[in-house]
């Protein structure tokens, strides 16, 4: 296996979002999500860790831009998921939640597409 790069947003699953990140003002990791039409249930987190930015307008201030996860799925494979907390703008403005990378099986559907 080996990582390949995806970019593309990810939908959760309803009702699987807890509200334990809410405590600590962070986005709860979804339970389950749907990419390319395929539910995927998350087994473990293996690490989580947050990114800044820079103020846009140009002020010193650095701001939280993401939230990473590195999950493994309940069929074992391992991604890295996002979520961003200022949306793009556009058709983008409702995706928050993205998988950056994923480890798959050559061959697999998904690195076919």
Known sequence: MREEFISESIEPVAGTI?????TRAEPSLPAR?????????????????KQTG????????RYLR????RIRTADGTEMKLYFQR???PGR?????????AAE???GSVEMDE
Do not use: D, I
Not at 66 to 69: S, V
């Open 54 to 61: 820079p103020c846009k307008g140009g002020s010193g201030a």
């Open 92 to 100: 983008q403005a409702t995706k928050r939640w993205w998988l950056y």
């Open 104 to 106: 798959l099986q050559p």
């Open 18 to 22: 807890g509200p334990e990140g809410m």
């Open 33 to 49: 999500f749907v990419w390319r039409g395929q539910e995927y249930a998350v087994a473990e987190v293996l690490e989580k860790w």
């Open 66 to 69: 993401k939230h990473w996860f």
């Open 86 to 88: 200022q949306p793009g």
